[in-house]
């Protein structure tokens, strides 16, 4: 079997590797053209260019052997990293190292020596076609997974072998994370009092915690010789429990309360709240909760006998909290007051048929519930239809376990009949008094024998200075004639209305809604007459308003147009005729789609439907159509017009015409559309000429062998590559602007480490910190800098050393920073950055110097950077 890989460009632009295989016996190969083709692969080292590219970059090591004669046939560069043998990659490629001695290098890596030299033992030898796997373990803590398999020509004859090596620590490690978090999910489910339960599709009980054991009365040996749910559920919820066990698992989370069975046959009350498990995507079981509401059916069922008790009493029920709500009426209470109970609930006490009680009598009420005692007495109060009534009432405390006050129950009685006697008598004064319009009494003679309090507050006049004078002469001269003839058409039996305007004594200017109608005695004659005086400035103020708002609307330069609840249109202005090309007849009537929607729009138009339908305002931008047929758009704002109640009666609409607006916005999206897509090509011209000179530098290096001619053109292959990279994020990123710069460097950073051929078991890359976005012209030359500098730690910090670490620390602000460090040997005393005389430190001093920031160098614990820039 010849392993391969596949490189597969994605819709979305990335590059990854697939393993693959291709079998000798397959029907590519049948051909003898094909066998030597098969056969040179392996011959040659893996030379078949397509598949030695693919292979080399596979993140899976790859090792081809010969056994017969020890001889390397193929390995990469992922099989030198996982067993660090990166330093024998020449040495390798020359055939001067053999298979055994690779496995000698490989086992002074292992845990468990003898099974490593036991497990390569068993590689069978020529001609045998076995296939095996396993596992091994690193001094370093790495698991190794491992498999292999035979190599062998169409004619059978054995070729050699191929080893497969994959890092699969991380994925033990996640493995054995969840199991212990599924230990501790067991150990914090056992401290539960309720009974937590999960079960298979067969309903059968595969979990259940402590208390579940306790409640049903079954045991741990119980459990294990199996427990279906049907066992613990009364026979008569069975049928019902598999219907909504169906329905948990087909995907919803279902509550519902069953009869539980005990082991000893007892029964008890409980809620089972669950949810269906899934695995590999699919329901595999059953996770719940059963709460145990035994007690609570008890007490239940105790407060529906007093309920009943209350519900039917012949007397008035109210309960209500510390802060006077009512919580509670019973119905008796709508029998006597007429205020039914869903008006009474959530309302005062005091606001509701309490309010017109004396204050006096309020304040006796207020001080009884403040100390905590009962109070007894006769209130009066309106019913709902609006007739006084009178009640005897006696509110007493409601405490709890603690006697702490928590609520007050007033049990009331109707006395309204006992009452209405003394009642009668004084109602009309006392509705003249309390009148909010100015009442005037006079005799047939004009003589005034009562005003009320309104009078006063009215005219401005005193009660003392009118009674006993004629109405006539509290007038001016020039309103008398007028006064006269108006008290001579109501002596003969008829009513008078008007309006009148007067100034009062502080200048202010009123109007007056006048009545007088005349009283007649028993003998029918026009005795007495009254007159009945209403201020009505602010319906006279409204008027005037409304003439005002009437022409700014017909005069408005936006167009507006009012519909009725019906959906047609009551009013549109000239504004709206001069847009739409419809006159005010045409559409007034008419249903508001008249004018049709030019763009269906299924986001903006369900959402102006809600608006309307839920009495909210909405904003945003439509499309109609002219009379003519041409197509314009507006910006709508459309809001609900109410009454004095909250009740819609209409919507207004009010557009503005942004046609213009609407046809500019688009030019220059399009235009907007075209710089980006012209900046893309900009920057992935950018990094496609970069790695142009990169791939030159490569075919340059491969002819030279002087290190120092070899490691200057890799220092500079390094520096394009950096700035290629950040085109090659400008052109990836959504934000053409600018690029995260840490993601960056992490990229920047496995470039640099791969370059240089430094196994993470040597030299470790941390980099961490804010994330800082940006532009090219900051970009570049910070990339530049960290490549500098990472290269010179990887170069000289770790010398004779068998491992280092090198940390980056991006942090933002005002002052972005870059904090490059390492632990090696540090560079040597009095060496500084500006008098440095490398090209590397040089190209670090004058890149900072071109961002205008700062570079820094500490000597702590080896070597430490910090390049400082202002932020853009």
């Known amino acids: 079997m010849y392993y391969y890989h596949k490189q597969l460009m994605y819709s979305d632009g990335s590059l990854r590797a697939e393993i693959g295989s291709i079998s000798s016996r397959a029907d590519t190969l049948h051909t003898e053209e094909n066998r030597h083709q098969a056969d040179n692969l392996f011959k040659n080292g893996g030379n078949d260019a397509i598949v030695r590219m693919i292979s080399d970059k596979s993140p899976w090591g790859l090792y081809c052997a010969d056994h017969r004669t020890d001889r390397i046939l193929y390995c990469n560069d992922s099989f030198l990293r996982i067993w660090s043998l990166g330093r024998l990659r020449d040495p390798i490629s020359r055939a001067e190292i053999g298979c055994s001695e690779i496995f000698r290098h490989m086992a002074q890596l292992v845990i468990d020596v003898p099974a490593f030299t036991g497990l390569f033992s068993r590689i069978p030898i020529a001609n045998e076609a076995e296939g095996f796997e396993s596992h091994i373990r690193l001094v370093d803590g790495r698991i190794i997974r491992h498999f292999t398999s035979p190599v062998e020509y169409v004619d059978g004859r054995y070729m050699g072998r191929v080893y497969v090596f994959e890092d699969i620590t991380t994925v033990m490690k996640?493995?054995?994370?969840?199991?212990?978090?599924?230990?501790?999910?067991?150990e914090l489910v056992g401290l539960l009092p309720q009974i937590v339960f999960e079960m298979d599709t067969e309903l059968n009980l595969t979990f259940a915690n402590r208390s579940a054991f306790e409640e049903m009365g079954y045991t741990d040996d119980d459990f294990i010789r199996g427990l279906n749910a049907f066992e613990l559920i009364a026979?008569?919820?069975?049928?019902?429990?598999?219907?909504?066990?169906?329905?948990?698992?087909?995907?919803?989370?279902?509550?519902?309360e069953y009869v539980f069975q005990r082991k000893d046959g007892s029964l008890f009350s409980g809620i089972t709240y669950s949810s269906a498990i899934y695995r590999d995507e699919k329901p595999s079981g059953i996770r719940g909760i059963v709460v145990n509401i035994t007690e609570r059916k008890q007490a239940e069922e105790r407060l529906r006998t007093l309920s009943a008790a209350i519900e039917q009493s012949p007397s008035s029920i109210i309960v209500f909290d510390m802060d006077g709500n009512i919580v509670y009426v019973n119905p008796m209470f709508s029998?006597?007051?007429?205020?039914?109970?869903?008006?009474?609930?959530?309302?005062?006490?005091?606001?509701?048929?309490?309010?017109?009680?004396?204050?006096?009598?309020?304040?006796?009420?207020?001080?009884?519930?403040?100390?905590?005692?009962?109070?007894?007495?006769?209130?009066?109060?309106?019913?709902?239809?609006?007739?006084?009534?009178?009640?005897?009432?006696?509110?007493?405390?409601?405490?709890?376990?603690?006697?702490?006050i928590t609520h007050y129950i007033d049990i009331e009685e109707d006395i309204t009949d006992r009452k209405l006697a003394d009642k009668e008598f004084r109602k009309l004064f006392m509705a003249l008094d309390q009148s909010p319009n100015s009442i005037t009494i006079a005799d047939s003679d004009g003589m005034i024998s009562y005003v009320n309090p309104s009078f006063t507050r009215l005219t401005g006049v005193r009660r003392e200075d009118v009674i006993g004078k004629r109405k006539i002469d509290l007038v001016s001269e020039n309103a008398q004639s007028r006064i006269g003839s108006i008290m001579e058409h109501v002596k003969a039996g008829n009513e008078w209305r008007g309006e009148r305007r007067f100034v009062t004594k502080d200048g202010k200017e009123r109007w007056i809604s006048v009545q007088i109608s005349p009283l007649r005695d028993v003998s029918g004659r026009v005795a007495h007459y009254i007159i009945t005086e209403s201020d009505i400035t602010g319906r006279k103020q409204a008027e005037e308003q409304l003439r005002t708002l009437s022409a700014a609307v017909e005069q408005s330069p936006a167009s507006v147009k009012i519909i009725g609840v019906d959906r047609r249109i009551t009013y549109v202005n000239p504004k709206f005729s001069e847009m739409s090309g419809y006159v005010r007849d045409e559409v007034v009537g008419q249903l508001n789609g008249i004018m049709p929607v030019g763009v269906f729009d299924p986001v903006k138009i369900p959402q102006l439907l809600e608006a309307v339908r839920s009495g909210k305002d909405w904003m945003g931008e439509l499309q109609y159509m002219k009379k003519s047929g041409g197509a314009f758009?507006?910006?709508?704002?459309?809001?609900?017009?109410?009454?004095?109640?909250?009740?819609?009666?209409?919507?207004?609409?009010?557009?503005?015409?942004?046609?213009?607006?609407?046809?500019?916005?688009?030019?220059?999206?399009?235009?907007?559309?075209?710089?980006?897509?012209?900046?893309?090509?900009?920057?992935?011209?950018?990094?496609?000429?970069?790695?142009?000179?990169?791939?030159?530098?490569?075919?340059?290096?491969?002819?030279?062998?002087?290190?120092?001619?070899?490691?200057?053109?890799?220092?500079?292959?390094?520096?394009?590559?950096?700035?290629?990279?950040?085109?090659?994020?400008?052109?990836?990123?959504?934000?053409?602007?600018?690029?995260?710069?840490?993601?960056?460097?992490?990229?920047l950073g496995s470039r640099l480490l791969q370059s240089y051929a430094i196994s993470s078991r040597h030299v470790d890359?941390?980099?961490?910190?804010?994330?800082?976005?940006?532009?090219?012209?900051?970009?570049?030359?910070?990339?530049?800098?960290?490549?500098?500098?990472?290269?010179?730690?990887?170069?000289?910090?770790?010398?004779?050393?068998?491992?280092?670490?090198?940390?980056?620390?991006?942090?933002?602000?005002?002052?972005?920073?870059?904090?490059?460090?390492?632990?090696?040997?540090?560079?040597?005393?009095?060496?500084t950055v500006a008098e440095a005389r490398s090209m590397g430190m040089q190209l670090v001093s004058a890149l900072a110097g071109q961002l205008d920031g700062t570079i820094a160098l500490e000597r702590i614990n080896g070597t430490r950077f910090m390049i400082t820039f202002p932020a853009r």
Not at 237 to 250: F, G, I, T
Not at 358 to 364: C, I, M, W
Not at 367 to 393: F, L, M, P, Q, T
């Open 235 to 256: 026979p008569e919820d069975r049928e019902r429990a598999v219907r909504n066990l169906q329905r948990v698992m087909n995907g919803e989370k279902c509550g519902e």
């Open 335 to 404: 029998q006597i007051t007429g205020y039914p109970a869903e008006k009474a609930v959530g309302r005062k006490l005091f606001d509701l048929y309490f309010a017109n009680a004396r204050p006096e009598q309020l304040g006796e009420i207020a001080v009884a519930i403040r100390s905590g005692n009962a109070w007894w007495g006769e209130i009066e109060y309106i019913r709902n239809n609006g007739k006084s009534s009178w009640i005897s009432a006696h509110i007493s405390p409601i405490k709890d376990e603690s006697g702490r």
């Open 765 to 831: 890359l941390a980099i961490d910190g804010d994330p800082v976005f940006l532009g090219v012209d900051q970009a570049v030359p910070c990339g530049l800098i960290v490549n500098e500098l990472i290269s010179n730690s990887l170069k000289h910090a770790f010398l004779g050393r068998s491992n280092g670490i090198i940390r980056i620390r991006m942090q933002s602000g005002a002052q972005n920073m870059i904090i490059i460090e390492d632990d090696g040997a540090g560079v040597p005393d009095g060496f």
């Open 174 to 186: 996640v493995r054995e994370d969840a199991k212990k978090s599924e230990e501790r999910y067991k």
């Open 633 to 747: 758009w507006v910006e709508s704002h459309v809001s609900p017009i109410k009454d004095e109640n909250g009740v819609i009666q209409s919507y207004m609409e009010i557009s503005e015409d942004i046609t213009d607006r609407k046809l500019a916005d688009e030019r220059l999206r399009n235009s907007l559309r075209e710089k980006e897509v012209l900046l893309k090509e900009v920057h992935h011209r950018v990094k496609n000429n970069m790695q142009i000179i990169s791939s030159l530098l490569n075919l340059q290096l491969s002819g030279i062998d002087q290190e120092p001619v070899r490691q200057i053109l890799t220092e500079s292959q390094n520096r394009i590559r950096s700035i290629a990279l950040v085109h090659e994020r400008m052109y990836m990123s959504d934000d053409l602007a600018r690029i995260d710069f840490l993601e960056y460097m992490k990229s």
